[in-house]
């Protein structure tokens, strides 16, 4: 029997536009939700809308609609955004679904009953933007401490629950947390001794209504029809109330909330942490429920240094990246970039230089280089590998990658310690040392001679291997991208099961398979317009003689006016056509390029300076002309022996090339 593992989301407001607050809660519950399925736990994941209250009462009555035929058109904005964003959620719940309702309903009846929930006279600071009372202390100025608008007194009868009668109960709860004994109830570390601190004070009782007269667009109280519940009873009873109607059943008689009560993971934003870690669990223990194993609150995410909100007209829409960028490289960059527990800050730069140093540059020129290579030097198929003295890389997949609780990844995905960025960090020093196993190896020399043929093979072979074993690693985090590397490297893996044993063994990729080499996974952003109008400006000011054919090595440049040669200096320069084999970015550099190039009898490396003008793969089986006679130099520690010749100022604006079908070696006069 497998172990059952219930994650859960908050459940967002229905009127709000869904933006990357609301996806980054959700992609991480995703990336929990695929690691632990690929682990082979019984996972449900729920997410979905919270449907009630003042906010869209009043968004309904202004757009003239009924509340529910408002939830009904909101409600495929979010639904919609998770499709997109690959988010494999195994039910959504909407407080509106009648079956949500009566339950809501059975729990306050059974509080009531045991006259934990009673009626009470109150008078209050109250702010309609909230919809909660704040006492005299809290309001400064006539204005609600929470969203600065003006708030009013108010005093009306209400049912309260008697949450004061928890707040020792539960702070004793909280201390029994040590980082000694996981998982942590509340999670990270710091959240948890907040908590402990804001129950130092005693707890206040708990509205749980709104009289009707003024919100009739809530769960109506089994016990009196003049009032609805207060919008986070309703909420956080989806919890439980999800497991009663939305959990699949396989036979009648299975019994899904036995089974996944109490939730592994709360997860939530800092903002709603008291409201999880508070109300709801003294609701819990009022309802003689077991509490969740752990709520962890992540950080805030602002935009470019500043608060998301609507007034600022700064709300990233997730649907906006996706076009421009994809899905996968905005699930990696949420998770990438910041502790998950820390706050963050949104800025499209930062973005796109994500994507290109650590998913353009380093897993996709792996993909990519590893397959041009079995396709020139192993007929397009994993080769048979001989013996592997590359214990390294096998050594470090396995003690990162592999997915067993004790190896890296399984310790940074424990949900009380959720260290995506740690995971991150860790696969793609697996995707460097991937990098440098090339590198080092320096296939292309071995293809040279035919008694290096065995090792080669073994290197492709690993090389493989190791791409497969990252296919397997990225898929929690990059659904489509693992989906795309596994199409290109012919595999049969099925990532929606459980991994079977053999699946994580290093050495199970079938020598013989086909690889389908595609598009790249991750093409580079170019953000030249912006560049290059900076560019232009510092040309204008300085204006340069007609263009000369530019070096592209790092070598002095001529300038000021041509001198004259004769043909015989001239002559001097040995120049030949090349075809570029392979090419790659040397790391730490925009600019430049290391290019494999076939010189006809010999192959040489070449660096060159052309990285900004010029994908790596967009010039393999190109023709270039190759400075052949030039003094082998060192660019950025990389040897180059020899200079392709391009067109450009200070910019390279194109590479000489033969379009011709000319022999590679043929001199160029
Ligand atoms: O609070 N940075 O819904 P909500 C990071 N309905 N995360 C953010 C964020 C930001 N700037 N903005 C929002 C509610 N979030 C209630 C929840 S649960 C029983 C009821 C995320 O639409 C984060 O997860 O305001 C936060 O907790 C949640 O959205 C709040 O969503």
Redesign the pocket.
Known sequence: MNKPFYIT?????VN?VP????A??TIAADVVARYYRLRGYDVFSLTGL?EHGQKVQQAAAKAGIEEQVYCDGMAPRFQNLWKRLNISNDAFIRTSDAKHKSIVQKWLQYLFDKKLIYKADYTGWYCTFDERFWTEKDVEGGLCPDCKRPVERLSESNYFFKMSAYGKKLQEYITKDSRAKPPLFIAPWIRRNEVVGFLDKSLNDLSISRPKSRLSWGIELPFDPNYVAYV?FD??V??ISALDYLAPKKTPSDNPFKKYWPATLH??????LT??AIYWSTILMALELPLPSTIFA?????VNGEK?SKSRGNVVDPNAIIDEFGADAFRYFLLREVPFGHDGDFSREALIGRINSDLANGLGNLLNRTLTLIERFSHGRIPEPVASADTELEGKIKKTAVFLPHAELGIHLLPDKLEFNRALEAIWGLVQLGNQYIDKTAPWTLAKKPEDKPRLNTVLYNAAEALRFLSLTLYPFMPQAAEEMKRQLGLMLNFSKPLLASEVNWGSLLPGTEITKGRPLFPRIETTTKTQGDIRVTQDQQPSPTPQPSSTAATPQATGPAQQITIEEFQKVQLKVGKVLSAERVPKSDKLLKLQVDLGGEQRQVVAGIGKTYEPESLVGRRVVVVTNLKPAKLMGVESQGMVLAAGDKEVGGLVTILEDVQPGTKVK
């Open positions: 989301t908050p459940i967002y407001y709000d933006h990357i607050g609301h980054y809660t919270d986070w909420a956080l989806n919890y997860l939530v934003g800092k903002d709603i409201t999880h992540h950080g805030w995410w602002t998301m």
